[in-house]
């Protein structure tokens, strides 16, 4: 009788037979070395788009991959069929590292992150100055989550033939943020393409902003053989736009070398994800400032060291006061 228990021989050792008859599971993966180098262009429903040499090739991801995500901006590993026709699927073995993540959360209190985009250099923050009205807390929050993530801002001010621009900009020129003022006009006859390509130039670009801002209608113009991407306009009760752009999508532009990356209209910018440390580095005439300060400065106290860094002539106190307001959207909602 075969007995099970303590001190067991290797005679009494269960083995299970693989009733499906395959190969057991391993833990090696294959390497890919054959993998080729894509950009990813646009993702919608599990389908991924992407640019591979001079051709885009629909793929998704590997099983391997698990639950990391796969964003516009990406530079990935592709396998598979890799020819771009209809009805053909590659897939994505890897993801390459990022050299800059754009993030945001659907509000303050969500700790879920939301990756926007990935590899960009830019962020250009568009904002009608009227219809619809501009919302400067917004672009304070675009402004912190642009510091955290690396990327340098640019301020797209659009519709100036409704409203001036003057009062709005006074509020930004202390943090030194390069800014754009557009008018329907300068669209029209293509003088605004002209400026806000220059800025674009050897860059990507991520575009965010309101519904209704003109911001897809200005990504438009800058890629006119991308027209199919429609435009909506402002609701005259709500003065909210609608959401005309509903994924992010990556287009080359026309004339110069650079990216711009069209995302969907937004209502919030949550920034449950930003450390508050990180923004100051955005301040290098200020940063240096902070070695005086106690340990887990809000830098908004009266032990602040700052202020006596501001006061000693090593910073315009306009750009501290700039500062300060910036760290106050981490702890105060967009809407308050």
């Known amino acids: 009788m075969r007995r099970y228990g303590k001190n067991p021989?290797?005679?009494?050792?269960?083995?299970?037979?693989n009733r499906k008859g395959n190969r057991p599971r391993t833990h090696t993966r294959p390497k890919h070395?054959?993998?080729?180098?894509?950009?990813?262009?646009?993702?919608?429903?599990?389908r991924i788009t992407c640019l591979v040499e001079d051709r885009t090739v629909v793929a998704m991801k590997a099983r391997e991959l698990g639950r990391k995500s796969v964003v516009v901006g990406d530079r990935v590993a592709i396998v598979g069929d890799?020819?771009?026709?209809?009805?053909?699927?590659?897939?994505?073995?890897?993801?390459?590292?990022?050299?800059?993540?754009?993030?945001?959360?659907?509000?303050?209190d969500d700790p879920f992150e939301r990756v926007?985009?990935?590899?960009?250099?830019?962020?250009?923050?568009?904002?009608?100055?009227?219809?619809?009205?501009?919302?400067?807390?917004?672009?304070?929050?675009?402004?912190?989550?642009?510091?955290?993530?690396?990327?340098?801002?640019?301020?797209?001010?659009?519709?100036?033939?409704?409203?001036?621009?003057?009062?709005?900009?006074?509020?930004?020129?202390?943090?030194?943020?390069?800014?754009?003022?557009?008018?329907r006009e300068d669209l029209a006859n293509g003088?605004?393409?002209?400026?806000?390509?220059?800025?674009?130039?050897?860059?990507?670009?991520?575009?965010?902003?309101?519904?209704?801002?003109?911001?897809?209608?200005l990504v438009n113009t800058l890629v006119p053989e991308d027209r199919w991407r429609t435009t909506g306009v402002v609701n005259a009760v709500t003065g909210r736009g609608r959401h005309t752009t509903t994924s992010a999508l990556a287009l080359p532009l026309t004339g110069v070398d650079g990216w711009v990356i069209d995302t969907p209209g937004v209502r919030?910018?949550?920034?449950?994800?930003?450390?508050?440390?990180?923004?100051?580095?955005?301040?290098?005439?200020?940063?240096p400032g902070t070695?005086?300060?106690?340990?887990?400065?809000?830098?908004?106290?009266?032990?602040?060291a700052l202020d006596q860094w501001a006061a000693d002539g090593h910073a315009d106190p306009a750009r501290l006061d700039s500062l300060r307001r910036l760290l106050a959207t981490r702890e105060r909602r967009e809407g308050d």
Not at 9 to 17: A, L, N, T, V
């Open 9 to 17: 021989d290797e005679d009494d050792i269960r083995i299970r037979p």
């Open 33 to 46: 070395e054959d993998a080729v180098e894509g950009f990813v262009l646009t993702v919608d429903r599990g």
């Open 82 to 108: 890799l020819t771009g026709d209809k009805d053909t699927l590659a897939r994505i073995v890897r993801v390459e590292s990022r050299r800059s993540v754009l993030r945001r959360t659907a509000d303050d």
């Open 116 to 183: 926007v985009v990935a590899n960009a250099d830019q962020l250009a923050i568009v904002t009608a100055l009227a219809d619809p009205e501009p919302r400067p807390r917004m672009i304070d929050r675009c402004l912190v989550a642009a510091y955290d993530a690396g990327l340098e801002p640019l301020l797209v001010l659009t519709k100036s033939d409704l409203a001036p621009a003057d009062q709005l900009l006074s509020a930004y020129r202390p943090l030194g943020v390069p800014y754009i003022v557009t008018s």
């Open 191 to 217: 003088a605004a393409t002209e400026l806000v390509r220059r800025h674009l130039e050897d860059k990507v670009t991520a575009f965010v902003g309101h519904s209704g801002v003109g911001k897809t209608t």
């Open 268 to 287: 919030s910018f949550g920034l449950h994800h930003v450390d508050p440390s990180r923004v100051i580095l955005a301040f290098p005439d200020l940063e």
């Open 291 to 304: 070695e005086g300060c106690p340990r887990g400065c809000s830098h908004d106290e009266p032990e602040c």
